[in-house]
């Protein structure tokens, strides 16, 4: 019965994340519309969760998300996918240890590569249209930008709070006074 109380608990936060993402941050202004719950929510649940339970929330989100988007249904599913297991791959060899820099890094290189590949399959699935490289256009960059800027902020934010209430994670690079 807990078994089943926790699998149905986990659904609805990834509604509930999806739901935030998609009503919420995407329609506030440009600003604040970079910020990449979902994303971030992924790359917080490697740090909690099994490499499993991680992949089908990527693929349950992506999914959501597709399911909402007017881009080709797939995108979205297979970025996050990709992303989910560049991260794991990231800290299973490179950030083994549970430290502010190692969630400040793989939160950089995953939003990076997540919006890389994600920009990658709209321009693909484009290539017929007069679009041009995603790479030129300083949109992309700004936007990428300010995405890193949240991600990482959030990431910190979360990664203090944390520190303040649970010995999981190492201090590293945060002075508990």
């Given at each position: 019965m807990k078994r089943y109380f926790i699998v149905i608990l986990l659904v609805l936060v990834?509604?509930?994340?999806a739901f935030l993402q998609l009503a919420l941050v995407n329609s506030?202004?440009?600003?604040?519309s970079r910020i990449n719950l979902i994303l971030l929510v992924l790359i917080l649940a490697l740090f909690f969760f099994d490499f499993k339970k991680v992949i089908?929330?990527?693929?349950?989100?992506?999914?959501?998300i597709d399911i909402f988007s007017f881009r080709l249904f797939g995108c979205y599913t297979l970025s996050l996918f990709l992303v989910v297991i560049l991260a794991d791959f990231l800290l299973a060899?490179?950030?083994?240890?549970?430290?502010?820099?190692?969630?400040l890094a793989l939160t950089f290189f995953a939003t990076l590569f997540y919006n890389l590949e994600l920009y990658n399959f709209f321009y693909l699935s484009n290539f017929l249209s007069e679009q041009h490289f995603f790479l030129g256009?300083?949109?992309?960059?700004?936007g990428l930008g300010l995405e890193l800027f949240w991600s990482l902020g959030i990431i910190f934010l979360f990664f203090w709070l944390m520190n303040?209430?649970?010995?999981?994670?190492?201090?590293i690079f945060l002075d508990k006074r």
């Open positions: 990834l509604f509930l994340v506030a202004p440009y600003f604040f089908l929330g990527a693929l349950a989100l992506g999914l959501l060899n490179w950030f083994t240890n549970h430290s502010a820099y190692s969630f256009q300083a949109n992309f960059w700004r303040l209430t649970t010995t999981r994670l190492k201090p």
